[in-house]
């Protein structure tokens, strides 16, 4: 099965796809890190456009492949990117959830983006202002919405799982 935790920067998603990756011993890929290494590790210096998010589909579908739980943590700004993911669970034949991370109180949300520290080495995080200048096209489809000013990290979690749990059982019903 494949979990894409999605949503804008300061919401969550690393802290909440990190726990459950490691609550349930899946593979985890992050954009960011694929991204950042590909911009400043190959030294390319310039715009790798849709490269990371590439990059990650083809990790993620030789996970499901081998039948890993794969955990995917990426903004998903836009619609193709949302589809991508969804296009690699088609392909592979597996089921995914798409949890998308908010949070609905702003001055937190600011608190968390101007405070937290780079788990990346020579990553650099956007400021609030970049964060609130980011283009973050609304959701049309169907997703598990966690909002991270209401829930804490090991609620997320517990949200998150209790979805899956409902998607596994009507899985099981079927057969």
């Not at 990650?56 to 739980?69: E, R, T």
């Not at 600011?110 to 609130?132: C, H, M, N, Q, Y």
Request: hydrophobic share 45%; net charge negative.
């Amino acid at each position: 099965m494949l979990i894409i935790v999605s949503g804008l920067p300061g919401t969550g998603k690393t802290t909440i796809g990190k726990a459950l990756a490691a609550k349930r011993s899946a593979t985890y890929i992050r954009v960011d890190e694929i991204e950042h290494t590909l911009v400043h590790n190959a030294d390319t210096g310039c715009d790798i456009g849709p490269a990371g998010y590439l990059v990650a589909f083809a990790i993620a579908s030789s996970n499901l492949k081998l039948g890993n739980l794969v955990i995917a943590d990426s903004v998903n700004p836009v619609p193709e990117s949302r589809q991508g993911w969804r296009d690699v669970a088609q392909k592979v034949g597996v089921t995914f959830l798409e949890a998308e991370m908010i949070c609905s109180d702003e001055d937190e949300h600011r608190r968390r983006v101007e405070t937290r520290a780079a788990d990346i080495a020579g990553f650099e995080l956007p400021s609030w202002a970049a964060v609130k200048a980011r283009e973050y096209v609304p959701w049309t489809t169907d997703r598990l919405v966690v909002d991270t000013a209401l829930l804490s990290a090991s609620d997320a979690v517990d949200a998150i799982e209790a979805r899956l749990n409902a998607i596994i059982r009507s899985s099981a019903s079927e057969l």
